[in-house]
DNA sequence: ATGATATTGAAAATGGTTTTCATAACCATA
DNA sequence: TATGGTTATGAAAACCATTTTCAATATCAT
């Protein structure tokens, strides 16, 4: 039975806010900025180490930023990675449609001869409410 | 009418020897070990600089490894960055039936009251000769 | 040639992420 | 509640791709 890190749950908590993508730092900003009072809030290296395990665990999803930062959220059962980033506000929603589009790409794994398949798609535009 | 540092040539050069992508780090080894004789190689700052400013001129593409590093290739016209990426050996090809994606994409887009849109998509698998 | 502008190399700085290592927390069992 | 083995943690250092700095060159128009 897997020992539960007593920090995994924090973590959780802060991403579990919003559905917004967010950085190992951001993360850790948010946390210390939480326990201010209570207690000492976990190490930045903690949290890298929590959110690896997490996202090991399937739990988390990840994208990169466009400078090459890792992203991550919670998962959404079933979700299959299709995300739409406004790249003015970071505000990141799903993908209408998205059955076409896993539709079309299931046809194309099966073309390609490829195993062991996996994709990410990322669509960035301006959001409505940032334009 | 813009002056084209004498570098850029040999870097599109080893760019165009074949279609996989390359760090910029593998690039310049190149240069260094096909230099060996006549002259000295681009420093890799100039590699880095050049890679960027051909990126911004349109002629190549980039995407990132799984570890985060960018990678480069020449760029085909109307090449709307479809890939098809061994994890194993890193060949890229291009993914079959892009037709049916850009479609997709394009309803996507229409559907989600973003504007400036724009998407890379990144298919992984493991190739046939890999497999 | 002359000077204005752009390119280059070498080394240092950046900055996200990972590793190290010593310490502390945890858990099962006796 | 000791005991010992396993895992988590913090702090600092290491990593490593990428950028920046800055002084020295090359390039171009004239």
Known sequence: MARTPRNDALILEVLGRNRRFR?????????VRRSSGQGKPPSLSTVYRALHRLVREGLLDTIRSPDGELLYRLCRTSDRHHHL??????????????????????RIGGASGFGGLDYTFELSGVCPRCS
Do not use: F, K, N, W
Request: hydrophobic share 40%; proline share 3%.
């Open 85 to 106: 980033m406004c790249r003015l506000c970071g505000r990141v929603e799903d993908v209408p449609q998205a059955e076409e589009l896993s539709a079309a790409l299931d």
């Open 23 to 31: 950085s190992c730092q951001e993360v850790h900003i948010v946390l």
